[in-house]
């Protein structure tokens, strides 16, 4: 079965700064999807990042990108230079094969707060 | 554009009644994601409408069912209601046709309460 694993409920970082986001996810897909979004407190889910389990390069997206450790089974997200505007839920979410349905699979979710 | 619209936004309900949940997709979109989102367990994925089509389906009991209209409007109904159904609904669509793309832009929300 597919697993998401966020081991981190609550990150604090200071305005500017670089923060990173843990990710660790459990497949026995051959060929599977890695995606980050962000909730703020509005409770809208707004996607930032995606990789495909054949991608060799990690992805970025801005001030976002995809640290993508394949044999880890790691996918963490590193904000760039945070801001005040990134306080909010972040989920690791993976898109997988179980049961003969495709299906998305979300992490508990990370809470990060950006301080001035 | 408009975005991913939901109605209602808020909704109480009491246990054993049965409610009906609506999204309308951006225009264009042809492709419709449930999933429910509680404190204890998280966002979890319920299924996907694609022209009129269920194509993907969570674990979720059969109490939980939905249908996509050729519109591409989506509703998604719940019966016999339990209290652990309270929880933020979101509906997300898509333009594209692969399944589960990443391109989704999700709506607001409903929040269901169930006495």
């Known amino acids: 079965a597919q697993k998401i694993t966020q081991t981190q409920p609550g990150m604090f970082v200071q305005e500017k700064e670089a923060v990173t986001l843990d990710c660790t996810y459990d497949t026995s897909d051959q060929s599977y999807g890695l995606f980050w979004y962000k909730q703020p407190s509005s409770g809208e889910m707004i996607f930032l990042i995606y990789?495909?389990?054949?991608?060799?390069q990690n992805a970025t997206e801005g001030r976002y990108s995809l640290n993508f450790q394949k044999a880890r089974k790691s996918a963490n997200l590193v904000i760039s230079a945070s801001q005040l505007g990134d306080s909010a839920m972040y989920f690791c979410a993976m898109r997988g094969t179980q049961g003969g349905s495709e299906k998305l699979v979300f992490g508990k979710g990370t809470k990060l707060t950006v301080n001035p | 554009k408009a975005g991913v619209t939901q109605t209602p936004r808020y909704l109480i309900k009491t246990r054993g009644q049965q409610v009906t949940l609506s999204c309308s997709p951006i225009?264009?979109?042809?492709?419709v994601s449930w999933y429910q989102q509680t404190p204890g367990q998280g966002l979890q994925f319920l299924f996907e409408?694609?022209?009129?089509?269920?194509?993907n389906k969570g674990n979720f009991p059969g109490r939980f069912s939905g249908r996509q209209f050729s519109n591409s409007r989506s509703e998604m109904n719940v019966s016999t209601l339990e209290l652990g159904d309270s929880a933020l609904y979101l509906c997300?669509?898509?333009?594209?046709?692969?399944?589960?793309?990443?391109?989704?832009?999700f709506g607001p929300g409903t929040r269901l309460t169930v006495t």
């Open positions: 409408y694609f022209s009129e089509t269920q194509r």
């Open positions: 997300a669509s898509s333009p594209s046709g692969i399944t589960l793309s990443y391109e989704q832009y």
């Open positions: 225009s264009g979109h042809r492709s």
């Open positions: 990789q495909g389990s054949y991608d060799e």
